[in-house]
């Protein structure tokens, strides 16, 4: 590999230069060096993109162009593709175009690692291309080299995220982890109406300031508070609050309350 | 209008200016520039604030990265009041589309935008320079 520059323009990706990284993230494995040969397919849309790939990456790998795609092609008409074979995937061109041709290259070529360039810095349009099956991403305004670079960690089974995105997928699997913890909600037999009543009842609220606080007669909410015992099957309306609590019912569509004026 | 190749031939060189175009695509604009015996690189800027700056009488054409390359970004019609000289060729950021502008925002989209085209693209539009 050529030697690399390092006072090449600012860089786009907030990745480390790839002789900052640590030697153990350089070579994992040790039977794939940067001096590799790289097999390579091209996909853009961009004769002029595609052009500037192969010419500028040639200065930093030892390079072999595969293939060279304009966009969708059909499965007959994609090239054999050696092992260690890497699709590079333009992505300039918009968050849906780029995750349904992410998808569709990985479907063609499953064995190959798409790697998706030109990305707009948007943590959301990255996460949405990792989902849809690519390996890595480079974003709009990476330099040659720095593509050079998660070429050859991405041969090595590795690749380099930004801190903003490895920040969102942390606070994703937190979600995830919270939402396979917390026990199923069973769906409830009461109304939005009895629901409401029942937050107030929750709130210890009196029959009259729950007609004030919804606008309507206390005799009907006489008849909610008749109908949800009946429904739960309870005869004291706190155990009823308290019940419905307990099965998450009264969680987020309540409004907040405003303590009784005693 | 002097046909591109006679302009290289001519012996005068095509002062080029480069303004919005990073990554794989500026890198690769201004090397073909820098390879060109009849072209030399002015400069290389980023933003609307800094091209204006740089900017001088000295810039035949312009190359301009932007998102789309129709209608012309504003910053052209300020740019060809102020040099009635200048072609401007603005490029999709993946190099995907082209057109170029000049005097009166007169369009011309460009056909073929690849690399083995680009650098007579410019000797067009340069030559377009001419019929002013």
Same mark, same amino acid.
């Given at each position: 590999m050529s030697t690399r520059?390092? +006072?090449?323009? %600012?860089?786009?990706?907030n990745f480390p230069l790839f002789s900052e990284l640590p030697p153990h993230v350089l070579?994992?494995?040790?039977?794939? +060096? %940067?001096g590799d040969q790289v097999a390579l397919s091209i996909v853009s849309n961009s004769q002029l993109l595609r052009d500037g790939l192969v010419l500028l990456l040639g200065s930093h790998l030892d390079l072999h162009l595969v293939g060279s795609y304009t966009g969708l092609v059909s499965k007959t008409a994609v090239l054999p593709n050696p092992s260690g074979h890497v699709v590079l995937l333009?992505?300039?061109?918009?968050?849906a175009p780029a995750v349904a041709w992410t998808r569709r290259w990985c479907a063609l070529t499953p064995a190959a690692p798409v790697l998706v360039l030109e990305?707009?810095?948007?943590v959301d349009v990255i996460l949405a291309c990792i989902e849809a099956g690519a390996k890595g991403y480079t974003l709009q305004g990476a330099s040659a080299q720095e593509v050079a670079e998660v070429i050859i960690l991405l041969r090595q089974g590795r690749t380099l995220c930004g801190a903003d995105v490895v920040a969102e997928v942390f606070r994703r699997l937190v979600a995830y982890a919270e939402a396979q913890a917390r026990p199923a909600t069973p769906p409830s037999p009461l109304s939005d109406r009895e629901l409401q009543v029942l937050a107030y009842i929750a709130e210890d609220y009196s029959n009259q300031r729950i007609a004030q606080a919804l606008v309507i007669e206390v005799r009907t909410v006489k008849h909610h508070v008749h109908n949800i015992l009946e429904k739960l099957q309870l005869h004291h309306r706190e155990d009823a609050a308290r019940f419905a609590r307990g099965q998450g019912w009264?969680?987020?569509d309540v409004p907040p309350l405003a303590p009784p004026n005693c | 209008m002097a046909a591109p190749d006679d302009q290289e031939a001519s012996g005068a060189i095509i002062c080029v200016m480069v303004s919005d175009l990073s990554g794989v695509l500026g890198q690769l604009v201004t090397r073909l520039v820098e390879q060109?015996?009849?072209?030399?690189?002015?400069r290389q800027t980023h933003g609307p604030l800094k091209l204006l700056q740089a900017m001088? $009488?000295?810039?035949?054409?312009l190359i301009l990265g932007a998102?789309?390359?129709? $209608?012309? $970004?504003?910053i052209c019609s300020h740019l060809l009041q102020e040099f009635p000289h200048l072609r401007i060729l603005v490029l999709a950021h993946n190099g995907g589309d082209a057109a170029l502008y000049w005097l009166g925002l007169r369009r011309e989209r460009v056909r073929d935008v690849s690399l083995s085209h680009l650098a007579r693209t410019i000797r067009t539009a340069y030559a377009l320079n001419a019929t002013v």
């Open positions: 520059n390092r +006072t090449m323009g %600012p860089r786009a990706n070579a994992p494995n040790a039977n794939v +060096t %940067p333009d992505g300039s061109m918009g968050c990305l707009e810095n948007d009264l969680a987020a | 060109q015996a009849d072209m030399s690189l002015a001088g $009488p000295e810039v035949d054409v998102a789309q390359v129709r $209608p012309a $970004p504003g």
